[in-house]
């Protein structure tokens, strides 16, 4: 099927848009948002990918869903629109790439300048419910972002996969070591970002490891 998404993410996961999975979550999500409020927009359910074209991917950052409020979500996990107050666990990593890079946090939540440097913000379920956290979920989203990753592993090498709370950290099953940068700590929500979030220094391993393969460090 015909899915539009940027080029070169649509020629590494070709394979999947003919599964019957994708096929059948494909039909759900049409019905949800012909029939319910569904976010992000439709024109923006791949925005991760169409602001991160593949061959510029450099860091993977996963989330799970969504933001479920009006106007918050447009594509990217942890990120939100300009103008619309910056969520709490973008709070706490804002805090950390402060206290580990001594950047001051800008007052805008909107991460599309980190897509644009390579950065792949990827949700585990790309849409969801107005008002109802985890609609979606169970519906294919999770096996096709599963797929993401594991393409994207072995396909490329020296990506830098920042896996943040149990969830995400399941997926180093899917990413080779040897091949890329694996970097594991709890969620940066409030609930658990004092068990070792905060003070991971994440943001300048990743850019430490990104120079010592002759790539370019990220401007967080």
């Not at 049409?30 to 923006?44: M, S």
């Not at 830098?160 to 040897?178: M, Q, R």
Request: charged fraction near 20%; glycine fraction near 6%.
């Amino acid at each position: 099927m015909d899915v539009k998404i940027e080029a070169g993410w649509k020629e590494l996961l070709k394979s999947e848009f003919e599964k019957e999975y994708f096929i059948n979550l494909t039909q759900f999500v049409r019905d949800e948002y012909k029939t319910q409020t569904i976010f992000p927009p439709a024109a923006k359910i791949f925005n991760a990918f169409e602001l991160c074209p593949l061959e510029n991917t450099r860091v993977v950052i996963l989330g799970q869903d969504p933001y479920h409020d009006i106007n918050q979500a447009h594509g990217l996990c942890f990120s939100v629109n300009d103008g619309i107050k910056v969520p709490p666990s973008l709070v706490n990593i804002y805090k950390e790439i402060q206290s580990d890079c001594g950047v001051t946090p800008p007052a805008s939540g909107n991460l599309e300048r980190w897509a644009k440097q390579g950065v792949l913000l990827l949700n585990a379920t790309l849409t969801v419910r107005a008002h109802q956290a985890g609609s979606h979920q169970k519906k294919g989203w999770e096996e096709f972002t599963d797929s993401v990753i594991k393409h994207l592993a072995q396909e490329k090498e020296n990506i830098v996969f920042l896996l943040w709370g149990a969830y995400a950290g399941k997926k180093a099953a899917f990413i080779d070591e040897t091949k890329h940068c694996i970097l594991k700590s709890p969620h940066p929500s409030p609930l658990s970002a004092h068990r070792g979030f905060l003070g991971n220094r994440h943001f300048s391993k990743t850019n430490a490891f990104l120079i010592s393969k002759g790539l370019q460090p990220i401007e967080w």
